[in-house]
Nanobody, 125 residues
Framework: QVQLVESGGGLVQAGGSLRLCCAA?????????MGWFRQAPGKEREFVAA????????YYADSVKDRFTISRDNANNTVALQMNSLKSEDTGVYYC??????????????????WGQGTQVTISS
């Protein structure tokens, strides 16, 4: 069982930055790929970024590439999402997710078994 708690959301002007953090409980953090997803009002939840178990591989949605950076600290069971040059279309609830143990990192939302409660990110234009 993995419990995930996100923090760091808030209201920021377009062009600004936010850093989201996700703290994970349990002993299996380092054996799981981790991802960030988001859901805008009236839209389906979508992939944002993912990172492999070791942190050596990262993947990004085209819409956030070169603006967002995902990272992880296996010693402290945390994963972060640094978001720069924020746009109004980045507004939504951001969710941290943990994938299945020992599998390759993936952008497939169905491959993530554990989810945080979400943190609201609002970008004002």
């Amino acid at each position: 069982q993995v419990q995930l708690v996100e923090s760091g959301g808030g209201l920021v002007q377009a062009g600004g930055s936010l850093r989201l953090c996700c703290a994970a409980s349990g002993r299996t953090f380092s054996s799981r790929p981790m991802g960030w997803f988001r859901q805008a009002p009236g839209k389906e939840r979508e992939f944002v970024a993912a990172i492999s178990r070791s942190g050596g591989s990262t993947y990004y949605a085209d819409s956030v590439k070169d603006r967002f950076t995902i990272s992880r600290d296996n010693a402290n069971n945390t994963v972060a999402l640094q978001m720069n040059s924020l746009k109004s279309e980045d507004t939504g609830v951001y969710y941290c997710a943990a994938g299945r143990e020992w599998v390759r990192v993936t952008t497939n939302i169905n491959a993530y078994d554990y989810w945080g409660q979400g943190t609201q990110v609002t970008i004002s234009s």
